[in-house]
């Protein structure tokens, strides 16, 4: 009995939460927006919360349907929303996003503080499907091995401690021999169902500068687009350049991809070896303006290279690309750091909010719908966790009171900490160095294991 009320106290605590997020960010009237209606029957809203909520009672949904508190309706309710393909689902998860940042995120923290928006892939596997709408054969960046599935391009939003999903796409294969499966026939080309079946077919970058054009119509206060090698083309930092963003991405060295530097055309690799780098252990190795190509009006559009030391090969390095050739080199690699969230945001969906796994539909539109359900769900989680760490959220007496989320390592906090440490004994005891150095080591000894190991690195120099 106290474990089933435990468990009972634990699901109510969690559906509370829930009803918060839905009410808060008024889901009704997103859904209204994005074209959600039914003349007759369950609203979509109640479907959407039993779904929501599927993933936190740990029950799947035949399970959840099959049990003693029956929702009301049965599983032919669930798929026909799944597979509709009337309902915007890419607007309603851009129109939840853009309310949760500028409603919620964006007042815990201050003007100056650099928005960015994030762009990467990861493997949607569906590995023992041979039916699905538009299947297909696409490379796992992983393992290099190729797989039944689809490339789920992702564009999200940061500040650099809380990512929020803003929109995605399934993308299939755009040769025809790697497809098993074609799209649905005689679908009406008016639908949003077919239009998100167009976009699966078309090349990555010209879906993401899709992408990028919409966010700006929800989010106005990103400044920088960050990315890895995949999507580092000059053509492509020029056209995002020209939606008015800067670009810091991850470069790789390519024979046909040259750059404009002392009016010669040199790869990567040549304009490495052309600059002077730094001499020593220095982890910023050298930087370097560079042309990348003309603008509409013919004039050449310059750029900075940073090239860093790789730390996992000391003989290699890594190049850093910026289309904003005012950032220091240090803040070039800071702002791109935070490109990192959205690697955690993947881990996240696959590993606890079951996406790729939860519904096992065949049509192209359950799996845009059962998509966006598992982003919503991060979206609360990430918005739950924001609350939890930051204290501002406590009350309006905080947001006066507090200073901002600083980008700051751990190692970087305990430094701090031994250091006003060690100046407290000196102002209070007025203890010499060594019996300062001799008390910290007693101290050290005294943590448990984990912190010990982080504060043997430190330096006690005074």
Known sequence: MPILSQNEANDKQILSIIDKFFKDCRIGALLKRSNFCKEKGISCILILKYLFQLIFTGKSLFRALESDNEPGFCKNVVYRLLNSYSYNWHKFLFLLSSTVIKEKIEKLTSDERVNVLIVDDSLYERGRSKKVELLARVKDHTDGRYKRGFRMLTLGWSDGNTFCPLSFAHLSSEKEKNRYCEQTENLDKRTTGYKNRTNATRKSTE????????????????????????????????????????????????????????????????????????????KILASVIVGIGKDEDENEVLAKVVFVRDRNRSK??????????????????????????????????????????????????????????????????????????????????????????????????????????????????????EQINELLEYFIVSLPAYFKAKLTNLQWES
């Not at 083309?233 to 002392?262: D, E, N, R, W």
């Not at 600083?406 to 007025?430: G, N, P, R, T, Y």
């Open 207 to 282: 879906v993401m500068l899709d992408m990028l054009k919409q966010s700006l119509k929800y989010i106005d206060s990103a400044k920088y687009v960050l990315f890895d090698s995949w999507f580092c083309f000059p053509g492509t930092l020029l056209k995002i350049k020209g939606l008015g963003l800067h670009t810091i991405a991850m470069m790789k060295s390519m024979k046909t991809v040259k750059y404009s530097y002392q009016n010669k055309r040199l790869d990567l690799n040549n304009l490495y070896a052309a600059i002077r780098k730094k001499r020593g252990k220095a």
């Open 316 to 433: 290699k390095w890594l190049a850093l690309i910026s289309t904003d050739i005012n950032l220091a080199d240090e803040e070039i690699i800071r702002i791109y750091s935070k490109r990192w969230g959205i690697e955690v945001f993947f881990k996240m969906c696959k590993s606890y909010l079951k996406l790729q796994k939860e519904f096992q539909g065949r049509s192209y539109d359950c799996m845009v719908a059962h998509t966006t359900i598992v982003f919503s769900r991060y979206i609360m989680l990430a918005l739950e966790s924001r609350y939890n760490k930051d204290i501002r959220t406590w009350g309006e007496l905080f947001y006066v009171c507090c200073d901002e989320l600083h980008d700051i390592k751990f190692i970087e906090a305990l430094q701090l900490i031994m250091d006003l440490l060690k100046s407290a004994l000196v102002e209070k005891l007025s203890l010499t160095k």
